[in-house]
């Protein structure tokens, strides 16, 4: 089972965005797996462009203050994921309209989609519980948002 702890590594973390806008949020988002070393340098403008892409066709906002923008890319040899909060909220086209609060930005190899929809029935599971986007919601900092996914992690493998 795929954990959110092993997905965000450090430095995948922006608490807060400095982004006031979709875009910026997910250039803010691979910049920081870049930084952190998670995701190749040379993939990084590639990258922003697919996800960018696929916001222009479907918004991944979907509701309830939540994004989760993604995509497979052939250049990623592991499933990385970064986590980004907006204390303002950011216009990601959502389902619902309402801004978006908590970016959760997942790239995979295209070589195991299997790993991809196990990373988003995870996030998608936590993500639906009030309880851990209300927690997103008032973390302040890096390291709060570790102690959330941390204990959603822990809840995840008991039940």
Partial sequence: MVKLLDMIGPGAIVAPLTAGDRDGAVRELVE????????PASLKDELIAKLLARE????????RGVAVPHAKHAGLNRLIAAVGL???GIDFASLDKQPVYSVFLLLSPE???????????????????????????????EEEVRAILREADSHQLAG
């Fill in 32 to 39: 920081s797996l870049t930084a952190a070393g998670a995701s």
């Fill in 56 to 63: 222009k066709v479907h918004s991944t906002g979907f509701g």
């Fill in 111 to 141: 070589s195991r989609p299997e790993e991809h929809l196990q990373a988003m029935e995870v996030l998608f599971k936590n993500l639906t519980k009030d309880s851990f986007r209300r927690g997103l919601r008032q973390a302040r900092g």
């Fill in 86 to 88: 907006s204390p303002r």
